[in-house]
């Protein structure tokens, strides 16, 4: 897997950059290869692109979208990429575009040209020319201000690109691996049971300070109720 992170600063305020980016349409007219984009769904585009005399067409998903933030996709099938556009404000009328991608290249000419540094080329190629592109209009040719799979916490921070790998899967909810020496969940055993030689007493089993050992042979309360105590310091109900 490769990865490419390119930087451009761009004299226009953030929400022209920004909403320029989201005319995907428009990307032929600076993306180097890239012959036609569709947008098929708010969140789905179709590629046909032609680099080093391979053509290819595939579908990419919109993961994430914040509006002035960021736009968080990957390819469908292959060939296989991933990557984060961010747009940062530097002052009202200037903004710093951050390209961040990760690709698996595919054939031989793609091989070859990662080990050239042929697609970082490419790619900071294509953000001078959207620099070139955006700052000549002055505005932008459309914008699209929707959100795709936002949380409430706003910020860059958590956008980021999708793991690649064949191996990269999440493990179920509730199956993660419990730290070295712990029990995983749904592993201690029951109230009572017996304890491995040299396990520690589950908490609560330590008498309380100042607390009287029963004498030999006395019975033992019934569990609960126990009294619990309210935040204002009277007794509560039992539980």
């Given at each position: ?81 991933a990557?984060?556009?961010?747009f ?10 951050v ?77 993660h ?33 100042g ?22 310091g ?6």
């Amino acid at each position: 897997m490769s990865t490419i992170e390119q930087i451009v600063d761009v004299a226009v305020p953030v929400r022209v950059a920004y909403d320029q980016w989201t005319q995907f349409e428009d990307f032929p007219k600076f993306m180097e290869g890239v012959d036609r984009i569709d947008q098929v769904t708010p969140t789905r585009t179709h590629w046909n692109t032609s680099i080093a005399g391979v053509r290819r067409e595939f579908d990419a998903e919109i993961t994430e979208q914040r509006p002035d933030e960021c736009i968080v996709w990957h390819t469908l099938g292959t060939p296989r990429q991933a990557g984060v556009v961010s747009f940062q404000p530097l002052d009202p009328v200037n903004t710093r575009v951050v390209l961040q991608m990760q690709f698996i290249p595919e054939g031989v000419v793609e091989q070859v040209g990662d080990k050239l540094n042929l697609v970082e080329s490419r790619v900071k190629g294509d953000l001078q020319r959207f620099k070139e592109f955006v700052e000549e209009h002055g505005r932008s040719t459309g914008g699209w201000r929707g959100s795709v799979g936002t949380d409430p916490t706003p910020g860059f921070a958590d956008a980021t690109t999708p793991d690649l790998r064949p191996d990269a899967r999440r493990p179920a909810s509730g199956t993660h691996p419990a730290p070295d020496g712990l029990p995983a969940p749904g592993d201690r055993p029951a109230p009572g049971a017996p304890s491995a030689p040299g396990a520690q007493p589950a908490p609560g089993a330590y008498p309380a300070p100042g607390a009287q050992n029963p004498a030999p042979g006395a019975q033992q309360p019934a569990p609960g109720p126990y009294p619990t105590q309210d935040p204002r310091g009277n007794p509560g109900s039992g539980f």
